[in-house]
């Protein structure tokens, strides 16, 4: 069983401004990175991430940008349960997982924002990292909707 997931959410702004809102740090950081982002998403770089649920700033290898179409990172895979579950402490694991967003302007002039994440490996504990990978994929789409669609920031205060 190969580990891997797919989270998708249309946006209700154009692809330049749905894009921007990931690639900036700054406007990250209102939204998703509940502790802040350090660096700009562009092929090769490595960023800082933060959150209060997951503590302690950690890398994110940017591998690919495509201005305004994809971002594929890669970071530290852990293995555990779902880092926001209070008592649970997933441990690193020693590789990388894949995260793959892609953006693509619709029709109506909305964006759809599909985030894929692989390279699990296939053990119980990656598997309960992966579904906390899926949660908080998921949740990012949502914040970032409320965000840029409504100026609402859903996870402030959530974890902290």
């Not at 989270?7 to 894009?19: D, G, L, M, S, T």
Request: one cysteine or more; glycine letters at 10%.
């Amino acid at each position: 069983m190969e580990l891997k997931f797919r989270v998708a959410a249309r946006i209700a702004k154009p692809v330049h401004e749905v894009f921007e809102a990931v690639a900036d740090p700054a406007k990250l950081s209102n939204y998703f990175t509940t502790g802040g982002a350090k660096g700009r998403l562009e092929t090769g770089a490595t960023v800082e991430w933060d959150f209060h649920d997951f503590p302690g700033a950690f890398p994110v290898y940017v591998i690919e940008v495509v201005e305004d179409e994809k971002i594929v990172l890669e970071w530290q895979a852990s293995e555990g349960e779902a880092h926001n579950i209070e008592g649970s402490e997933p441990k690193d694991a020693d590789y990388l997982t894949r995260v793959t967003m892609s953006f693509k302007e619709l029709d109506d002039g909305r964006t759809l924002v599909e985030i894929a994440e692989e390279g699990w490996r296939e053990n119980q504990g990656a598997l309960g990292a992966s579904y906390g990978n899926c949660q908080g994929w998921s949740q990012m789409l949502c914040a970032l909707k409320a965000w840029i669609e409504h100026g609402i920031n859903l996870r402030e205060g959530m974890y902290k």
